[in-house]
Nanobody
Framework: DVQLVESGGGSVQAGGSLRLSCAAS????????MGWFRQAPGKEREGVAA???????TYTYAVAGLFTISKDNVKNTLYLQMNDLKPEDTAMYYC???????????????????WGQGTQVTVS
């Protein structure tokens, strides 16, 4: 079975940093595009960052220059380093993987082969 398990969330003060991890099992993450998404209470899930099979990252405008997505193909783990966190970054963070293209959200729907259960990030 394919599983994605996120960890690393928590509570932090504004300006602080967190590093999220997403451990993948049941498939080789080097062959999938993977991404991080977040959903705040009462809001739609949105894409935060993605990294394709070549290792090229993309970021949503709000986190560009502050968050860094990376992937360790040996450990089969996806990471999201989040710096200078703000209260508006408070959300449940999810990782996702997609074989055909990168996972994404559009019009209130999110698309990806596999999704984790999420890890909560709270910034005060």
């Amino acid at each position: 079975d394919v599983q994605l398990v996120e960890s690393g969330g928590g509570s932090v003060q504004a300006g602080g940093s967190l590093r999220l991890s997403c451990a993948a099992s049941g498939y080789t993450c080097s062959t999938y595009c993977m991404g991080w998404f977040r959903q705040a209470p009462g809001k739609e899930r949105e894409g935060v960052a993605a990294i394709d099979t070549a290792g090229a990252p993309t970021y949503t405008y709000a986190v560009a220059g502050l968050f860094t997505i990376s992937k360790d193909n040996v450990k089969n783990t996806l990471y999201l380093q989040m710096n200078d966190l703000k209260p508006e970054d408070t959300a449940m963070y999810y990782c996702a993987a997609e074989a055909a293209e990168c996972p994404y959200c559009s019009g209130g729907y999110c698309f990806g082969n596999y999704w984790g259960q999420g890890t909560q990030v709270t910034v005060s």
